[in-house]
């Protein structure tokens, strides 16, 4: 089963029995629940794909260990072109889906835990590699969608995670056994995480000796003892619950969805322990795993597509489409979009090999995109909103529209240009306030502040891979700086 159809993937998810608990329940079948299928679909797409011709080339590759036809999330990057594909991917995805389609997290887990499993063998002569290589083979084999996990709830901020006066805070080691470790904590904001086969867990930032019990990475069954979740909800997700919803979801089939994901003292076996108290590799971890997320977050290029597809939508059906400042915003909105994608395509072009062999993305553009992908949706959506107009967020609901009284008043009122279907209107309205206020609001705006790392995680790394003294040496030699004569530096 080395390449699923997006049927056989809801099929297999149907033989896991994860605990989900949504709005205080627990849920019996995930898969069909109104609020979570939509999320369930926009990963089916990326088992669909992978079986289209015209996307075959994006959507699959040859894994590097076994020469087989594999989904691309599940492999390990072997060349620049690689990651250039990956993000193509995205966009694509991101296009088809208007939505987070969460497969990426564990393709980007995979590739970090790759690369750092290598150099920690190699300082202490472990065998995480190895067990890392063989989860990758089953992973590839069975076509797994894996949630990479790395946010842990961190309590305390000002306080590191062994200060903290709930050891929960952060996810970590509880006993060392024989056959492998008891772990308990949770990570928080897990994207796909309800409808992902495995978890594959990381640390969440650099850590020190004393902190090494939460040095901890590991792969986990998603319906493993001892695991549970709890879904997110979003803003406007009730309306997936109310009968025959379908214009007021603004997008009926396709979302994202992410939960707290709990772990109550869950063992695993040591051949899925990739890391246990090497603290000084933490870091490492973290910053290629961002690093690959950052690079990642072109998914919103495709999303903004989308956006800028339905705003210019919008305004055919107001019947302003010429109008120069519409034209000039739906310009603004690309030139945002292209700004984000060019230093994805950028950091990917510029990737190098890793001693491993993969291949990781230059981590100062992908920083420099992802801080880009904290304010430029924010102002494509702005700019989506001023050319939808109010109406995004008065307008009457479907049911007033299929109302006997109101119905025939909606139509009368809601006419935009002579010769257009109100319907359509409504849909296109519905849709960007979908991506700006409802339920992929959460991929597209918030998630582009804090997925990822949260702005001022991507100013660190700029700070540090900015190079700053080189850059001081230029400016000394252009300037004829004699340092001799400066007593202080
Ligand atoms: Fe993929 Fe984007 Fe969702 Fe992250 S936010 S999982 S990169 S679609
Ligand atoms: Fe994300």
Not at 133 to 140: F, R, T, V
Request: glycine content about 8%; aromatic content about 8%.
């Amino acid at each position: 089963m080395t390449l699923m159809t997006g049927k056989e993937y809801i099929e297999s998810l149907r033989k896991l029995n994860p605990k989900v608990y949504i709005f205080g329940e627990l849920i019996e079948n995930p898969v069909d629940h109104p609020i979570l299928r939509p999320s369930v679909n926009s990963i089916a797409m990326t088992y669909d794909l992978a079986h289209d011709p015209e996307y075959e080339d994006l959507l699959t590759t040859t894994s590097h260990l076994t020469g087989k036809k594999i989904n691309r999330f599940c492999h390990i990057h072997q060349s620049p072109e690689d990651l250039v594909k990956k993000i193509k991917m995205q966009r694509l995805l991101g296009q088809k889906t208007a939505s987070c389609f969460q497969r990426c997290v564990g393709m980007d887990a995979l590739n970090s835990i790759y690369s750092t499993t290598y150099e920690i063998d190699k300082e202490y002569g472990t065998n995480y590699h190895e067990r890392l290589k063989n989860y990758l083979l089953e992973a590839q084999e069975k076509d797994w969608t894996i949630d990479g996990a790395m946010t842990d709830p961190k309590g305390d901020r000002g306080l590191a995670p062994h200060l903290q006066e709930d050891p929960d805070m952060f996810v970590h080691i509880n006993e060392v056994r024989e056959d492998g470790i008891i772990v308990s904590g949770a990570k928080a904001h897990q994207t796909g995480s309800l409808n992902s086969h495995e978890h594959l867990i990381m640390p969440t930032m650099s850590l020190s000796e004393e902190d090494k019990d939460y040095a901890v990475s590991f792969a986990v069954p998603t319906d493993a003892e001892g695991v549970f979740m709890i879904y997110g909800r979003q803003s406007c997700d009730t309306r997936k619950l109310e009968e025959g919803a379908d214009i007021d979801l603004g997008n009926n089939t396709f979302g994202g969805q992410e939960a707290l994901v709990i772990f109550d003292r869950v063992f695993i076996p040591n051949e899925r322990v990739f890391m246990c108290k090497e603290y000084k590799y933490a870091n490492m971890m973290v910053e290629r795993f961002a690093g690959y997320h950052r690079q990642s977050y072109a998914c919103k290029t495709g999303v903004g597509d989308v956006l800028i597809g339905a705003a210019a939508l919008a305004a055919d059906y107001n019947g302003v489409p010429k109008a120069s400042h519409i034209k000039d915003k739906i310009i603004e909105m690309q030139h945002l979009n292209e700004t984000i994608w060019g230093c994805s395509l950028a950091c990917s072009a510029e990737g190098h090999k890793t001693e491993s062999g993969n291949y990781l993305v230059d981590l100062l553009l992908a920083n420099v995109c992802k801080q880009n992908v904290t304010r430029f949706p924010y102002e494509i959506a702005r700019l989506a909103e001023d050319i939808a107009g109010g109406l995004m967020v008065t307008m009457p609901s479907e049911k007033d529209l299929r109302g006997e009284v109101t119905g025939p008043w909606v139509r009368k009122y809601l006419k935009g240009k002579v010769g257009m279907d109100v319907e359509n209107r409504m849909r296109v309205l519905r849709l960007i306030e979908n991506i700006t206020l409802g339920t992929a609001a959460v991929g597209y705006r918030t998630e582009s502040m804090h997925g990822a790392g949260s702005p001022q995680a991507q100013r660190i790394m700029i700070a540090r891979q900015g190079n700053l003294e080189a850059k001081k040496e230029m400016a000394r030699k252009i300037a004829h700086v004699d340092v001799t004569k400066d007593k202080v530096q």
